[in-house]
DNA sequence: TGTCAAAAGAGAATCATTCTCTTTTATAAA
DNA sequence: TTTATAAAAGAGAATGATTCTCTTTTGACA
């Protein structure tokens, strides 16, 4: 993604454009599998070696505000961000840390209409994420 | 639970009784809105002042290795436990820390039979769990 | 009842994340 | 283009949940 593709998303979230901010929102755009605060650091500091962890936590939680991160619920105690594509899916490996992205529209069809005809009493849904968890056979 | 249930359970899982185990399991049973570790020292603490935050956490990690207790995803820094009675989905408020259980047979059959049939290219389906997100309309 | 590995206890240590305070900078108006 | 200013970045301390270390206690089995 360009730098001007990125300022013009900052920008129409009302954001500073800062290069701090793209240097963030870059480094989560390519590392794709659900990035920590602390890799996010370590991509960016390649290219921008004195870009300060406070800034870089600031920075996320305005994306994640704004909507353009997501953080990646896990269950450990470590925060995982995702650069916010769509509305998709998880695979969790239930051995390691892996996480990776799963998308499927007819999928999500079906648990659209499902909860439409049954719903769930008193609750309103706005969104519904599936952490399917199991084993990768492929690395 | 009755006392010898729980150490039943206990000694069923290759675990050594003790009170502080007894108690953490009673605690996570009894507590089931999904509590913090704090949440569930606090409740122990009541009848067994001079517990250990860190016998806690070790209980704790100990039930979650044996299959009795859940860690709940979250995306706040603090972890959140669950009895497991069997697998059930989460309803999640989008606005405050709420979460809720969320049974659903007819769900997990479509579900299992979706991906048994469709299956995910190089990845083994284990558990699927439901993140729904919305709003509770009563308290 | 004695043995001993496992568990509990106490408090320090860790470490991801947040906060505080100062300096710098992007933005928009003059 | 310069200026004003609120927002953002930076540095390092603070926070706080969780883990670790080391010692003491105890449950389970012989």
Redesign the interface.
């Known amino acids: 993604m360009k730098t001007e593709e990125i300022s013009r998303v900052l920008f129409e979230k009302g954001l500073k454009v800062t290069p701090q901010r793209i240097a963030v929102y870059e480094a989560v755009a390519r590392l794709n599998n659900h990035p920590t605060a602390e890799s996010i650091i370590k991509y960016i500091r390649k290219t921008y070696p004195n870009i300060s962890t406070a800034t870089v936590y600031k920075v996320l939680d305005a994306f994640t505000e704004k909507g353009l991160v997501n953080?990646?619920?896990?269950?450990k105690?470590m925060?995982r961000y995702d650069a916010v594509l769509e509305s998709h899916h998880h695979?969790y490996c239930?051995e390691t840390d892996r996480i990776e992205d799963?998308h499927d529209e007819?999928?999500d069809n079906?648990l659209k209409n499902?909860?439409e005809e049954?719903g769930?009493s008193?609750?309103?849904?706005?969104?519904?994420?599936?952490?399917?968890?199991?084993?990768?056979?492929?690395s």
Chains 1, 2 share one sequence.
């Open positions: 953080r990646v619920k896990t269950e105690d925060m695979l239930s799963y007819q999928l079906i499902y909860f049954k769930i008193d609750f309103k849904v706005e969104d519904i994420k599936l952490q399917i968890v199991g084993k990768f056979l492929k």
